[in-house]
């Protein structure tokens, strides 16, 4: 069993700046396609941005040229870089990892973006 923890969430104003991370505790974090997700009260989590095994990105629409997202297998770590915040991304941002037939989530860091 896996265990994802994020952190770096908070409040920020419109246009700001903020990095999340997710440490993974296994040394296996390499093999994992891992991912950054968010979800607002009363509505489904959504899918922000992944990262494969090989480092290839992808982003939903909303974010893109905004959000970067990165990992340091080394450090077993995943990074979501979020500038030019907008109060529409406000949000709980959830990291995952799928490999091995599995899925796993983290537990949720809360961005808010206000003024």
């Known amino acids: 069993q896996m265990r994802l923890v994020e952190s770096g969430g908070g409040l920020v104003q419109p246009g700001g700046s903020l990095r999340l991370s997710c440490v993974a505790s296994t040394r296996l974090f390499r093999i994992f396609h891992m991912a950054w997700h968010r979800q607002t009260p009363g509505n489904q989590r959504e899918w922000v941005a992944g990262?494969?095994?090989?480092?290839?990105?992808n982003y939903t629409d909303s974010v893109k040229g905004r959000f970067t997202i990165s990992r340091d297998n080394d450090q077993n770590t995943l990074y979501l870089q979020m500038n030019d915040l907008k109060s529409e991304d406000t949000a709980v941002y959830y990291c995952?990892?799928?490999?091995?037939?599995?899925?796993?989530w983290g537990q949720g860091t809360q961005v808010t973006v206000a003024s």
């Open positions: 990262i494969a095994i090989d480092s290839n990105t």
């Open positions: 995952s990892a799928t490999g091995l037939s599995n899925t796993y």
